[in-house]
């Protein structure tokens, strides 16, 4: 059961891994940015959930409201500037495909070895 | 999309709300949750819905993509300038304390001097995104 | 004004950036662009002065103590690093002036060098800061804007290289995420400082080891160790000229430092190297990248690419002197770092000379450009004297640095091994010496000698390389006393 217990982190590595294997293992151009993506999103599943505390509120300050547990919000502030690196990123790779695609005519990465040599 | 009238007048309706509730987000992140970056968004999903509804025409009359591409820049030097107005202040480097006689006031106007900045470049950057992709003509088969 | 300078030297290129962009016209960007790299260039040389003088400086943002607010703390390693960022980037900023011109359409002029200014920022930003997860943001603000930058090249292939380089690049900066998070899970802290003196505690838990496997993976694929470099050739190969220039020379640096300050100052040497025996896997692949990489080097018939390969050879050298965990050994990394950074450099703009001139760097094309581009092909020799290692030069410096910490260690081999890398960087500098000096040019093409506005910046990099190479005391000795402060030795 201890393992069961940890189910944040395996979703977070399940997440990972598959993220990874698509960002390895597809060939298409898009595909690969889809499975950084989740690559992506899988760390910021792990610093959310680091973040909680258990019993924990949200961490807003109540006016008459003491001894409250609150979850850790540096983590989802951490992950505020990840998400933004993220998108940027994302934005990048899907522009750079968008004129690959101008340019060769293609975005497999086999057709794409072919044309450059 | 001149026969869409459900369309075109729910948009018009909602638009307003969109952007008014963008300003809500956007004050309320001095102290609560909320802040530049979501409030920028949700502009910007404002505008992205009026884009689609009335036209990528219509939306470049608006707001022409240099414009855009400005408000991208300018955001960022918000937030800068508003690090050098504090070292101007005798403070360090965003050290909003020196921004009003009291330090709890200097950091509500500093916090919405950083978040105005947040909001500006993501509008802009948002609605850039949406423009490269959206004006670039489909290649010939 | 003076206490200020820590910050200084990252916010005032972060706020010409934008400028840069917004004022639209190429001439006005570019002079933008100067005026924060040549401001960026003198406040990082006031920082080593106060470094030497004063010993660690730290700045707090916002007001914030330490621990909880994002500290900027530059010791003598992260103001070196600086320095070595800042006059590359002055030096490059001039130069892309004209090279920039010639390869990159005028109406994205003013993109390009907000791009520029934006990577500069974000690898001086990595350098300063004190916070770890600052760190990732500054990697990737320089990381974003250097794939920018090389899709901007001329050839087509200039995209997927760039596409590549994103791929592996996100990958790298999310492995060093991930680290950072395990680290934060076990000590609530992200100030380098604080994490040092918490992590010893909780060393013994499984999560620090993992941590610190992440951290390497993910640091040596930003730094092109040798099976993880994959995306360097094409990057380096297609980017344009200035751009070669200036990443070749500080990015690769940069993700040096990180390894520097992760495995010795955050981790500990004793951790590092004694617990996790990392030595037992840089070595190894330092004195692979040397060999192999040396050795494709010498058939490539591109000479950007060449020398692409040339730069993961070297930094199998830095990477070998870090690996030596002696005083010594990292001292030799750490001027290599500052060595290559004006030898490759000085190559690559050289190389941009004849970009713009011929139009091309194929070894087919530069027959007899020693007679067309006197000035521009000295200039290759001598950063190519410098790559080999002959005395007189930065070159010879590092590597005479890099085999008394091998013969040091009793590791003879290994010496023998970076004197076998010096030997295959004479096949491959002969290689364009050959073609350009010893075989006759078409006589019908006009080519002349490059604009001064080329020869200078190239010229003034080659000089430096000679002139630290005969008088190495200054580096040597800011080299010495930065290993001192990461190991722990000394004052």
Redesign the interface.
């Known amino acids: 059961m201890i393992a069961l217990g940890l189910f944040n982190y395996w979703a977070v590595i399940l997440l990972m891994m598959v993220g990874f294997y698509t960002l390895i293992a597809r060939g298409n151009l898009v595909k690969k940015l889809i499975g950084l993506n989740i690559f992506q999103t899988s760390v910021i599943m792990l610093y959310v959930s680091m973040g909680k505390v258990a019993g924990g509120t949200?961490p807003?300050l109540v006016e008459g409201a003491e001894h409250v547990v609150y979850s850790n919000p540096i983590p989802h502030v951490l992950m505020?500037t990840a998400i933004?690196v993220g998108v940027a990123t994302t934005?990048l790779g899907?522009?750079l495909v968008?004129r690959i695609?101008?340019a060769f005519?293609t975005v497999e990465d086999d057709e794409l070895r072919d044309e450059s040599l | 999309m001149d026969d869409l009238v459900v369309l075109r007048v729910g948009t018009k309706i909602l638009i307003p709300f969109i952007l008014l509730f963008a300003l809500y987000v956007q004050f309320h992140g001095d102290y609560?949750?909320g802040g530049g970056?979501q409030a920028g968004v949700i502009f910007a999903a404002a505008y992205v819905l009026y884009a689609l509804v009335f036209g990528i025409g219509n939306a470049l009359r608006v707001m022409p993509a240099k414009v855009v591409?400005?408000c991208?820049?300018?955001g960022?030097?918000i937030f800068?300038?508003t690090?050098?107005v504090t070292?101007g202040l005798g403070?360090?480097?965003?050290?909003?304390?020196v921004l009003a006689h009291e330090p709890s006031h200097g950091q509500h106007y500093g916090i919405i001097a950083v978040e105005l900045g947040v909001l500006v470049t993501v509008f802009g950057v948002m609605v850039a995104?949406f423009y490269?992709?959206a004006g670039?003509r489909r290649?010939d088969p | 004004m003076s206490q200020?300078l820590p910050?200084l030297i990252v916010?005032v290129p972060?706020?010409l950036?934008?400028?840069a962009?917004?004022v639209g016209n190429w001439k006005a960007a570019w002079i933008v662009a100067a005026a924060a790299s040549w401001w960026a260039f003198g406040v990082s040389i006031a920082l080593v002065r106060r470094v030497l003088a004063e010993g660690t400086i730290s700045?707090?943002?916002?007001?914030w103590a330490a621990p909880y607010g994002i500290e900027y703390r530059i010791d003598l390693v992260s103001a070196f690093v600086a320095m070595i960022v800042a006059t590359i980037g002055a030096v490059a900023i001039i130069y892309a002036r004209t090279s920039v011109r010639a390869e990159v359409s005028e109406d994205r002029g003013a993109l390009f060098y907000?791009a520029f200014i934006l990577c500069f920022t974000g690898l001086l930003g990595i350098s300063v800061t004190g916070d770890v997860f600052n760190i990732f943001v500054f990697l990737e603000v320089s990381s974003l804007s250097a794939y920018a930058l090389i899709a901007m090249g001329q050839d087509r292939r200039a995209l997927t290289a760039a596409y590549q380089y994103l791929i592996m690049g996100s990958v790298g900066a999310t492995f060093i995420v991930i680290g950072i998070g395990l680290m934060y899970s076990m000590t609530g802290t992200l100030n380098i400082a604080d994490l040092a003196e918490r992590l010893p505690a909780v060393a013994d838990n499984r999560t620090i080891p993992v941590a610190f496997t992440f951290l390497t993976v993910g640091i040596t694929l930003k730094l092109a160790l040798f099976p993880l470099h994959l995306w360097l050739p094409n990057a380096y190969t297609y980017a344009p000229s200035a751009v070669t220039a200036f990443i070749a020379s500080t990015a690769t640096k940069v993700a040096v430092y990180l390894l520097l300050r992760f495995f010795f100052t955050v981790f500990g040497a004793e951790f590092s190297f004694e617990q996790m025996q990392l030595d037992k896997v840089l070595m190894p692949l330092a004195l692979v990248a040397i060999v192999t990489m040396s050795l494709v080097a010498i058939y490539q018939d591109n000479v950007k690419r060449l020398l692409a390969y040339s730069s993961v050879a070297q930094i199998g050298y830095m990477v070998l002197g870090i690996s030596f965990a002696s005083v010594l050994g990292v001292t030799a990394g750490i001027l290599h770092l500052f060595n290559h950074a004006l030898m490759k450099g000085a190559l690559f703009m050289a190389m941009g000379c004849v970009m713009y001139r011929v139009g091309s760097v194929r070894l087919e094309r530069m027959k007899g450009l020693g007679k067309k581009m006197p000035w521009t092909m000295a200039a290759f020799v001598g950063g190519g004297l410098s790559l080999i290692g002959v005395p007189f030069t930065v070159g010879f410096v590092s590597k005479w640095y890099l085999v008394q910490a091998a013969l040091e260690r009793g590791m003879w081999p290994v010496a023998a091994v970076v004197m076998f890398g010096s030997l295959l960087a004479v096949i491959y500098v002969w290689k364009v010496v050959e073609v350009a000096y010893f075989q006759e040019a078409d006589p019908d093409d006009d080519i002349r000698e490059a604009p001064l506005g080329l020869l200078i910046p190239t010229w003034a990099l080659v000089i430096a390389s000679f002139y630290f190479g005969i008088d190495a005391t200054t580096t040597a000795d800011i080299a010495t006393r930065a290993a001192e402060v990461l190991l722990g030795v000394g004052p």
């Open positions: 949200a807003i505020l933004v934005a899907l522009s968008v695609n101008e005519g | 609560g949750p970056f591409y400005a991208g820049a300018v960022v030097m800068v300038g690090g050098f070292m403070g360090v480097f965003l050290d909003y304390n995104i490269a992709f670039r290649l | 200020h910050v916010v972060l706020l950036a934008p400028l962009a917004l700045y707090e943002i916002g007001g907000s």
